[in-house]
């Protein structure tokens, strides 16, 4: 195998090791993004104390309605059961039944509006229920997904892993160093191929001599301009 033939199989493991390497981060971070959850769960809450305050508030228009109409039924039983004969004192209950009765109506359109505003917040803290559960429930799921793929893609960098062990061992790669240097400032590809007299990876038109060297098994040839390893893919 020639040497650039060596390098280009040794960048095809390592692009392969830093593609899964990348994806994983990739994953972890969408894994540890709770902001949507945070949200509905914060929704939630917030709609189940406004919830409670609303039925509060009803429960209390609820019992002003029953003292009021305990207070009625006082004033009418001291008004027709006989107790209370003087004119004046009968006078003044039947205007007390008339007040009485006037407030009541007033207890009792307060109490219709505390249930409709009760009724639109449970409607509401419902909805922010079935959002945080549909929004749990789709997170359940893309956590097992991607937890799967975390695992075959640890799987796969430790067969390239492997499969780099194997390609260096016994191999005396005296452009090792040169081939990790170019991978570090040449965004990851340190050897590229060399197709119809031009570089694949910035377009440059490579010299017949500089190609001719680049098919050599033994020597490494660089492309004039990228200064990528060049491999023709026919050594």
């Known amino acids: 195998m020639s040497r650039s033939k060596t390098l280009y199989q040794l960048q095809i493991f390592d692009s392969g090791i830093d593609q899964a390497i990348k994806r994983i981060q990739a994953i972890e971070l969408i894994l540890s993004d709770t902001k949507e959850f945070d949200i509905a769960l914060k929704n939630k809450e917030e709609h189940n104390n406004i919830l409670d305050e609303k039925r509060k508030a009803l429960k209390s228009t609820e019992h002003n309605v029953e003292d009021q109409n305990r207070k009625i039924a006082q ?7 006989g107790a209370v004969t003087n004119p004046k004192d009968l006078e003044d209950l039947q205007l007390e039944s008339v007040s009485l009765h006037k407030y009541v109506s007033v207890l009792e359109e307060r ?12 409607e509401i803290f419902n909805q922010s229920s079935a959002r945080l559960e549909e929004i749990t429930v789709r997170k359940q799921i893309e956590s ?48 590229t191929l060399m197709i119809n007299s031009s570089c694949s990876s910035c377009g440059s038109n490579i ?23 060049l491999y023709p893919g026919s050594s």
């Open 75 to 81: 004033n009418q039983n001291k008004l027709y059961g």
């Open 111 to 122: 109490q219709l509006e505390a249930m409709f505003e009760s009724d639109q917040a449970l």
């Open 144 to 191: 097992a997904t991607l937890s799967t793929e975390i695992i075959y893609l640890e799987s796969t960098i430790s067969t390239l892993q492997e499969d780099r062990s194997t390609l260096l061992t016994g191999t005396d790669l005296l452009e090792l160093p040169i081939y990790e240097a170019l991978r570090k400032s040449s965004g990851g590809i340190a050897v």
């Open 207 to 229: 010299p017949s001599a500089i190609e001719q060297e680049a098919r050599s098994p033994t020597k490494l040839s660089f492309c004039p301009a990228c200064k990528r390893i």
